[in-house]
Nanobody, 116 residues
Framework: QVQLVESGGGLVQPGGSLRLSCAAS????????VGWHRQAPGKQRELVAS???????IYKDSVKGRFTISRDNAENTLYLQMNSLKPEDTAVYYC??????????WGQGTQVTVSS
């Protein structure tokens, strides 16, 4: 019954920045990892960034140095700061949370379009 609500997507020019937010409906215990995936039209959904409960991070190679994943546990919110955006970053971005013994929950997705 965990619900994830995303916001912050939109249209931005190449080189611009966006910050995506994902708010959970409740405080979640036993979180294994949280993350962001994206899916471009006709493409497979791919991992963009993830962070474990211990703070370890994983980034897709093409976003390293440009994107930063972070979380605010007190506010039950996950963020993805995206800088130096490129047209190839255009996709629907989904947040997720993996919970021990419960499974993975997904947000509804938010559209990010990078275009001049």
């Amino acid at each position: 019954q965990v619900q994830l609500v995303e916001s912050g997507g939109g249209l931005v020019q190449p080189g611009g920045s966006l910050r995506l937010s994902c708010a959970a409906s409740e405080s979640i215990t036993r979180v294994i990892a949280v993350g962001w995936h994206r899916q471009a039209p006709g493409k497979q959904r791919e991992l963009v960034a993830s962070i474990t409960s211990a703070g370890g991070t994983i980034y897709k190679d093409s976003v390293k140095g440009r994107f930063t994943i972070s979380r605010d546990n007190a506010e039950n919110t996950l963020y993805l700061q995206m800088n130096s955006l490129k047209p190839e970053d255009t996709a629907v971005y989904y947040c997720s949370v993996m919970i021990e013994r419960r499974g993975t929950y997904w947000g509804q997705g938010t559209q990010v379009t990078v275009s001049s």
